[in-house]
């Protein structure tokens, strides 16, 4: 019988971070070796207990310094942290490679979402407009979501010199109501108690419109995707940008 994978998380008393932690405890074939905070020694806590993957659902202006340490100690990252910068990764990945490690840096661990991206990417060649309105609790810290921007970004991407039109009001009676802009579409934050992540793209064109959800009851819904990352950069030395590169999901590939 194969070895447990020995898993930690950082940020362990957060609503994702406690749900993965009775997750790892319940799951075969992994060993939850225990969480860490912020005001924890981190280096410390990982030559103590020495897991394989360290899982972090914290802050963006921790993340990436909770993930570099990881890597540095031999263990590789599962970052599920939205809002690290660009940099940011590329350091993380430059840091897997050089040690030899697995790791990955995902906006969105909800397999629901990330087919969601999928089939918005199928679609966005064939429609002139698109808006995305995402949905999340009011304690969110960033704005819009990770997820809303990869989303934008790949879908003017996948449309190349051809743009999305986005139709700004002439006269708008309140500032920002048709939503921040990237790549010619419209995003729109909504922040209220009820949701945990919702999200919709809207596409048009003249005489109809198609929407493709995803809906999120339960941050259960983040265990899946987690559980398989976890698997996929223990047992090999590739670094992830996202949940789709892992599930081979690649629009027109």
């Known amino acids: 019988m194969a070895d447990a994978i020995r898993v930690a998380v950082a940020g362990h008393r957060g609503k994702v971070g406690s749900i993965l932690v009775q997750a790892f405890q319940a799951e075969p074939g992994m060993d939850y070796v225990g969480g860490v905070g ?9 030559k103590k207990n020495r897991p394989h993957a360290l899982v972090d659902f914290t802050r963006p202006s921790v993340a990436l310094h909770n993930a570099l340490v990881a890597v540095a100690a031999g263990t590789a990252p599962v970052v599920g942290t939205s809002g690290i910068p660009a940099e940011g990764v590329d350091k993380i990945e430059v840091a897997c490679k050089a040690k030899g490690l697995g790791g990955i840096v995902a906006p969105n661990f909800a397999i629901g979402a990330v087919v969601m991206m999928y089939l918005a990417e199928i679609a966005a ?8 309105v995402e949905m999340h609790n009011a304690a969110k810290l960033d704005s819009p979501s990770g997820t809303a921007l990869s989303t934008a970004r790949r879908l003017a991407a996948r449309r190349g ?15 920002g109501t048709r939503g921040g802009e990237e790549g010619g579409i419209a995003v729109h934050s909504i ?18 419109s198609m929407t493709i ?15 398989l990352a976890i698997r996929r950069v223990t047992s090999e ?16 590939g």
């Open 125 to 132: 060649p064939h429609f002139d407009a698109a808006e995305i």
């Open 161 to 175: 010199n051809k743009p999305f039109s986005h139709r700004r009001a002439e006269k708008e009676m309140l500032a």
């Open 38 to 46: 912020s005001d924890d020694d981190l280096a410390a806590f990982l």
């Open 191 to 208: 922040r209220l108690p009820g949701f945990v992540a919702d999200q919709e793209v809207i596409f048009g064109l003249p005489g109809q």
């Open 237 to 252: 030395r590739r670094f992830y940008r996202g949940l789709d590169e892992l599930l081979g999901l690649h629009p027109g």
């Open 213 to 227: 959800a995803h809906r999120t009851t339960s941050r259960e819904a983040y265990v899946p995707g987690v559980l």
